[in-house]
């Protein structure tokens, strides 16, 4: 059957499959085309055009700078109330004076029961003031270690950065975050003779994880802050719930750094937190400047409630990286300093859009 095929059948025959009908040419010969500028053809768009000016002028406003303490002045508003302080305090040991000799003229066991009463209420007194002046002691003591770094920093002298990151250590012994950061320092102790590069690997080591558990406390305060808020009747409860939280935040942020303020050393850090908010203009923040940053597409979304919980969360942000910059005892060198956009993306549902290009400092 096969047989029959063949004699039957066409001859096989061979095809091109990729014809050339055209020779190629040399290289020399191939026609070289002419250069060309495109100069007049990019067209700049100008800064008033620009679509994302807005946006980008929204973060730039939003990026706070590095707070600082305030400068402690002598005025004379504080030398008056210095004088009234001094003749209050006459004022009163004349009434308890008159009081025990009264006590006395009617029976002197009362008399003496007063004098026991003063004797321990000036014994708590006493304790108070000591605490307080420790705590105002040891906040002067932190800034002071943060002007030591810098200087040491900057100046590269080592003995000065050795003796920074030994004051650092000390500040920290009692926080368990940092024992890791200890023990590396103390093995690679004498190894590194550079003070700079001491000063980052002090930095690295100790304040890593305190930061880590800063950013925790901030994110923490700023979300409790945006759900009260949200959902609170009256704007007489979300400034007290924001006051609230601003105060709790900022002293867990000193006593993590190893501040441990007292009542005079909260108010003076909260007073140095609203000047600088006050000062840099970002208290001046509103709901459009937040628009801009979130997108419209987003804040159409949301309800009037929920985006003023999201402004205030945010605040409850800008207040916490301040103090942060005023507990923290050393400079951002090694490590980045957080940024508004660094909570953005946990504060809202659609900030993860906006995150990535708010990546401010």
Known sequence: MSDDFNSRGRKPGAFSVNPDPEPKLAESARPRRAPASFDDKVVLTPDAEDPFRETTLAVETLALPEASPRKRRLSVGRVAMGAFGVLLSLAAGLWVDRLIRDLFSRADWLGYAAIGVVAIGLLALLVVVARELSGMMQLTAVQALKTQTESAAASGNAKLARSASEKLVHL???NPRTARGRTRLKETEGEIIDGPHLIDLTERELLTPLDREARRIILAASKRVSIVTAVSPRALVDLGYVLYESARMIRAMAELYGGRPGTLGMIRLMRDVVAHLAVTGSIAAGDSLIQQVLGHGLASK?????????INGLMTARIGIAAMDLCRPMPFRALKRPGIGDFLSDLTPGG??????????
Not at 302 to 310: C, D, H, I, M, Q
Not at 352 to 361: F, I, L
């Open 302 to 310: 949301l309800s009037a409630r929920l985006g003023e919980g999201v």
């Open 172 to 174: 920290l012994a009692a």
């Open 352 to 361: 993860g859009r906006a995150s990535g290009t708010n990546d401010v400092t």
